[in-house]
């Protein structure tokens, strides 16, 4: 995640009910004698969890439960992101970067950003990654071509279903990608396969993405710290600075480039199809961000 | 596993019941857009799966279930791995090597090589880097030292509460490690601790080691293939050629140093504590040999 020679002090942070489980966990990593896993420590205490730390992130959220409303979910995750954004603002090294990955993760980030106000609020991301790299694979199946060809796919907006997985942009082989498949594939089958990709794998396996979400965890991280791969882009949500027509402050996913200043550039390609498939998915962030906003 | 650069073909063999589950990992493994895997194959047909492959991960075993002797847990597994074996026998490329990692793993891969006459018996091997791996990891704690200086601990035998890890030629820090530690805590902490850590993984977690004997399969075929760092060696059940007064053919764990004829190379160090431990993991070996011997 951040290069074969950089060791890692790693500090997990879990409920007091799972702190058995966590022993296991951190038995196994020990177990794994990895070359670049330098120290572990189990904790209960997000002040002992964050102290220091340079990278957070925050993977664990509330599943929504039988009967649960959208609403009350927004609430319950808050009060999580409230607390850890809280504690990275007292205890974290200031140049900590945070990638919130539980869901709503976008929000969640919002959450944990507004309870860090001496941090600066570019460090709050959330992984709409696993988006992106689902795009590629659906785009990569399509035209045939090997991964490394398949490049540019933007993810825009939230991790969800209102996403927009954008191929106006990107080029397969060199090639624009929506010169090589049909617009009706583009519009009718990648994205809402795109969009619903999660779903889809909760009705084949039983149970939530798990090892591609790590995965992609792992790729946000290494790509922010050690720079996006030349000729090419991640997406990545990230704070709005207002491009697009996207309310400021907003955590608003965009493709990103290397150079956090790249992140937003506007008038790349043809928009004539982005503005209602974008608005959609901004629409649904600032209902969120509305339904916690007593928290922000 | 193979390189940053080695494009891999995957085969996933499951049993028709799982073939829902089993699309739902091929999803994830796609959505992963891991740049070096090529193409994903799922079947329920050995003869498919195992298709001119040059690596063969047998993972899959039948866990003991309530009520189950020892004896029945062996047979039951001897149908699968028979099975396998002669499928890799009649369809496997012919430089196949093979990698058993499903309990109990030595006697299994003895029961697939034994049905695969045709390949040779060293491309035979079963998983005992783990049991390597946990050797390390309470070295590294107990000594204080940082993972990397800690080297050449050996297990010995079969991957089972029977096993020898042994810490006479290791090293911390190029000091021999049993100059460093008490002689009681190699005998009465070490060595049991090893033995005994998938009881305790499971106690601590509620199910089996599962993460760190993945990274340990990784690491067994990594250092297989690409060779084992300088300076050090692994663990590996290999077919014993007689050193140590190990029966030949049985499938025990020797050190093993990157080319294959170093494997056994008899005579290191002192010996004196190592026969009676050996010959306890020897003796349950020969135990299992017999419980399957109409199979082999």
Chains 1, 2 share one sequence.
Request: aromatic share 6%.
């Amino acid at each position: 995640m951040l290069g074969v020679d950089q060791p890692v002090n790693l500090n997990l942070l879990e409920i007091p009910a799972a702190s058995a489980a966590v022993q296991g966990v951190v038995m196994e990593l020990n177990d794994c004698a990895f070359a670049t896993l330098n120290r572990i420590t189990a904790t209960s205490d997000a002040n002992e969890g964050f102290k220091d730390c340079n990278f957070a992130m925050l993977v664990g959220a509330r599943p929504r439960g039988p009967g649960m409303e959208r609403k009350d979910l927004l609430l319950e995750n808050a009060k999580i992101f409230s607390a850890q954004g809280k504690a990275l603002d007292a205890v974290a090294s200031r140049d900590v970067r945070v990638l919130v990955v539980g869901n709503p993760a976008n929000t969640n980030s919002l959450i944990a950003q507004h309870n860090a106000p001496s941090l600066p609020r570019n460090r709050f991301t959330a992984m709409t990654r696993l988006d992106h790299n689902r795009g590629l694979a659906q785009l990569k199946e399509k035209s045939g071509a090997a991964l490394e060809q398949v490049k540019k796919v933007i993810i825009w907006g939230n991790h969800s279903a209102t996403q927009y997985p954008d191929l106006h942009h990107a080029t397969v082989g060199g090639k624009p990608a929506l010169s090589l498949v049909d617009s009706s594939w583009f519009k009718d089958s990648f994205i809402p396969t795109v969009q619903q990709r999660g779903a889809a794998i909760i009705k084949a396996r039983g149970t939530s993405s798990a090892a591609s979400a790590a995965a992609a965890a792992l790729d946000h991280v290494h790509d922010w710290m050690l720079g996006t791969p030349p000729g090419d882009w991640v997406s990545m949500g990230v704070s709005s600075d207002g491009s697009y027509g996207i309310p400021e402050g907003v955590i608003y996913s965009y493709r990103y480039l290397q150079e956090r200043r790249l992140q937003h550039r506007a008038g790349i390609g043809d928009q004539r199809f982005q503005p209602r498939k974008m608005q959609a998915t901004q629409r649904e962030l600032l209902e969120e961000r509305d339904g916690v906003k007593d928290l922000i």
